[in-house]
């Protein structure tokens, strides 16, 4: 009998675990059935977590040097030191501009399937609030490459009652690719190349790596955008 209860206790304990894996990273709530968002106002807003300011580099695969130094094996078998790395990607990114690619992703969703319009302010009088927040960003390297770990909590609301609508957490390893500078569209593009390493990266300018680094959190925007039509379309 205790032996009995004992089994059906650590199930129950498990399952919350079990739940949290097999739901994603985090919180996601779709009550879209409850609520008409069609042809209706939305004010896009952004938060960036304050512990953000400085972006966190994980240098995973490197060693030291007989100075002390920390460098990194590239798969061209070069080195670079960790440092330098650290230094231009802390120089060229901004967590506003992250925030924004993400931001964006949701804005189209919503344009697109709910036929919604978009307002700068409070006073264009917006119907729902959709606040997409930067949680985590850290940039990655190893010997395949520099890719991106960004969290992303997307929050839908109902401006009049102040309830949730909808909700969504992701969180998105993405690599990032090298990218051109494409004078018909006025604006830098991901090349077919792949992924980037870290002798590539210190050849970059800082707006080469701006743009690749906001264009991987773009995608991050795009996994939100398509849980966004994968709900409106289940609803």
């Known amino acids: 009998m205790y032996k009995k209860f004992l089994i059906q206790s650590t199930i129950i304990l498990l399952l919350p675990v079990i739940i949290l894996g097999l739901s994603g990273c985090g919180t996601h709530i779709n009550r879209f059935a409850r ?61 506003d501009s992250l925030v924004l690619a993400v931001s964006d992703g949701i ?59 909808w909700e969504n957490t992701e969180c998105a390893k993405v690599p990032i690719g090298d990218v051109i500078y494409d004078f018909m569209c006025n604006k830098y593009i991901r090349t077919t190349k792949g992924v980037i390493n870290a002798v590539r990266l210190l050849q970059m300018s800082e707006d080469e790596i ?17 849980r966004l039509r994968e709900d409106i379309a289940n609803y």
């Open 35 to 95: 609520f008409n968002l069609t042809n209706k106002n939305f004010l896009l807003k952004r938060y960036v977590n304050p512990n953000l300011t400085r972006i966190d580099v994980d240098i995973g695969e490197r060693y030291y040097d007989n100075d002390l130094i920390s460098v990194i094996f590239t798969n061209a078998g070069g080195i670079v030191t960790e440092n330098s790395v650290r230094e231009k990607i802390q120089n060229a990114v901004n967590s």
């Open 107 to 165: 804005g189209e969703g919503l344009k697109t399937y709910f036929y919604a319009n978009t307002v700068e302010s409070l006073n264009e009088n917006p119907q729902y609030i959709a606040e997409t927040r930067l949680e985590r960003f850290r940039v990655v390297s190893n010997t395949s490459g520099i890719y991106v770990m960004i969290d992303t909590r997307v929050i839908i609301s109902d401006r009049g009652t102040a309830k949730t609508v």
């Open 210 to 226: 701006r743009a690749a680094v906001n264009i991987a959190a773009g995608e991050a925007g795009k996994r939100q955008c398509d």
